[in-house]
């Protein structure tokens, strides 16, 4: 029965993480990055992965914080250097293997990304992401919604990229 329940959510938190990249704005990209980040967060929580539980616990907080810039509390660059940190301290603590490094770094990435004004941006500099999270679901976490995910999410970033950002230019 766990092992239902895991893969319901993983395959939730799959097709919320492809829409997120779809999107034209970075507040909806990031308001469904939250939704998707909690689902997978239950997904390696149930699976045992620490690591991935708990960076992707940190990830819906970023993802929350960074769509609230326009307000005061969330505008602070304080915020970019206060998660990368987390991050970093939290892979270490949770480190059940030497594939923690990958999602540590792809989280540097993401949030950096995250942080960006534009969903263009963010696109571009979070595309690293997948292919890191992929070693460790792939190969640690053994989770192939995980996989699944950042395949898709790869692909949908690299679409997003072409039909959001560049094609505007072929078409002037």
Same mark, same amino acid.
């Given at each position: 029965? @766990?092992?239902?329940?895991?893969?319901?959510? /993983?395959?939730?938190?799959?097709?919320?993480?492809?829409?997120?990249? *779809? *999107?034209?704005? $970075?507040?909806?990209?990031?308001?469904?990055?939250?939704?998707?980040?909690?689902?997978?967060?239950?997904?390696?929580?149930?699976? /045992?992965?620490?690591? /991935?539980l708990v960076l992707n616990v940190?990830?819906?907080?970023? $993802?929350?914080? &960074?769509?609230?810039?326009?307000?005061?509390?969330?505008?602070?660059?304080?915020?970019?250097? $206060?998660?990368? @940190?987390?991050?970093?301290?939290?892979?270490?603590?949770?480190?059940?293997?030497? &594939?923690?490094?990958? =999602?540590?770094?792809?989280?540097?990435?993401?949030? @950096? /990304?995250?942080?960006?004004?534009?969903?263009?941006?963010?696109?571009?500099?979070?595309? =690293?992401?997948? =292919?890191?999270?992929?070693?460790?679901?792939?190969?640690?976490?053994?989770?192939? &919604?995980?996989?699944?995910?950042?395949?898709?999410?790869?692909?949908?970033t690299i679409v997003g990229i072409?039909?959001?950002?560049?094609?505007k230019k072929t078409r002037r």
């Open positions: 029965m @766990i092992s239902v329940i895991t893969n319901i959510f /993983g395959g939730l938190a799959l097709v919320v993480m492809v829409l997120s990249y *779809q *999107q034209k704005t $970075a507040k909806k990209v990031l308001m469904l990055q939250l939704i998707s980040t909690l689902l997978f967060a239950a997904h390696f929580g149930l699976k /045992g992965a620490n690591t /991935g940190i990830s819906g907080a970023r $993802a929350y914080v &960074f769509s609230q810039k326009d307000k005061k509390w969330a505008s602070g660059k304080i915020w970019l250097y $206060a998660f990368i @940190i987390v991050s970093i301290i939290s892979g270490i603590l949770t480190w059940q293997t030497p &594939f923690a490094i990958f =999602p540590m770094i792809a989280m540097i990435f993401t949030t @950096i /990304g995250f942080y960006a004004d534009t969903a263009k941006k963010m696109r571009l500099i979070t595309l =690293p992401n997948s =292919p890191l999270w992929m070693i460790y679901n792939g190969l640690f976490a053994h989770s192939i &919604f995980a996989v699944a995910t950042d395949l898709f999410t790869f692909v949908s072409i039909r959001l950002d560049t094609q």
